[in-house]
Structures are given as C-alpha cells and as structure tokens.
C-alpha cells in the first residue's frame, strides 16, 4: 500500500488547462488583462509551480509603455534565466529595445545567472 509520503506533490500540480488558459491571457491584447495574467503566473511560480512553459509569452508582455507589468515581468525573467539561459539573452535584448531603465542601466556583472559563471 503506497504511503501519503510517496504520493505525488498536488499542491504544485496544474489543474488541466490552467496553462493554456494563462497563455491566452498573456496574450490578450488588453494591457490590465495581461498584467493579470503574469501576476497569476508570478504567484504560480512563488508556490513552486513551474511555468517556465510560458517563458516567451511573459517576455513578450514587455514590449508595453506600462512599467509596473514591465517590473513584473522582469521578475519572472530573474527566476527563470538560470534554467534557460539562452531565452533570458533574447529577452534582456527586448529589454534594451524597449528602453526598460532597470534592465538597459544594469552593469553585465549584476545579471549573472545565480552561481553558474553564465553572465549576460
């Protein structure tokens, strides 16, 4: 008889279709509605969901005039630059482009990737 130790961990589960229903929203071409969405994705990922699936879609988000969904997704993009480092350079590059002030100032030093010697 398995133990309650050994089940898998539901409270990081998705419930089915939950992915889907934040990219759509992500993608929504309503600024409050996707300000919603990366909030719900940032809150997914602080209880240990991963939703490094929806990488592109929250960097994408950044191409807006609106600074606090700007902030918001550049928390997401410091969470998951670690585990993928490649996407996290196009993204800073969205960054300058943009002219995000936080990212476009930073010295290359200050977004190092944890304690893997990968800077950007």
């Given at each position: 008889?398995?133990?309650?130790?050994?089940?898998?961990?539901?409270?990081?589960?998705?419930?089915?279709?939950?992915?889907?229903?934040?990219?759509?929203?992500?993608?929504?071409?309503?600024?409050e509605k996707?300000?919603?969405?990366?909030?719900?994705?940032?809150?997914?990922?602080?209880?240990?969901?991963?939703?490094?699936?929806?990488?592109?879609d929250v960097?994408?988000?950044?191409?807006?005039?609106?600074?606090?969904?700007?902030?918001?997704?550049?928390?997401?993009?410091?969470?998951?630059?670690?585990?993928?480092?490649?996407?996290?350079?196009?993204?800073?590059?969205?960054?300058?482009?943009?002219?995000?002030?936080?990212?476009?100032?930073?010295?290359?030093?200050?977004?190092?990737?944890?304690?893997?010697?990968?800077?950007?």
């Amino acid at each position: 008889m398995p133990s309650v130790r050994n089940a898998p961990d539901l409270e990081h589960a998705h419930r089915p279709g939950e992915i889907h229903e934040l990219r759509e929203e992500l993608n929504n071409p309503k600024m409050e509605k996707k300000k919603d969405a990366v909030k719900k994705v940032i809150a997914a990922m602080t209880v240990g969901k991963d939703v490094s699936m929806l990488f592109t879609d929250v960097v994408n988000c950044i191409q807006t005039p609106n600074i606090e969904l700007k902030k918001l997704v550049y928390l997401y993009l410091i969470n998951y630059a670690k585990s993928q480092p490649d996407l996290a350079i196009l993204a800073v590059n969205t960054f300058v482009k943009v002219r995000f002030p936080l990212i476009a100032a930073a010295p290359p030093q200050s977004l190092v990737c944890g304690d893997s010697a990968y800077a950007w």
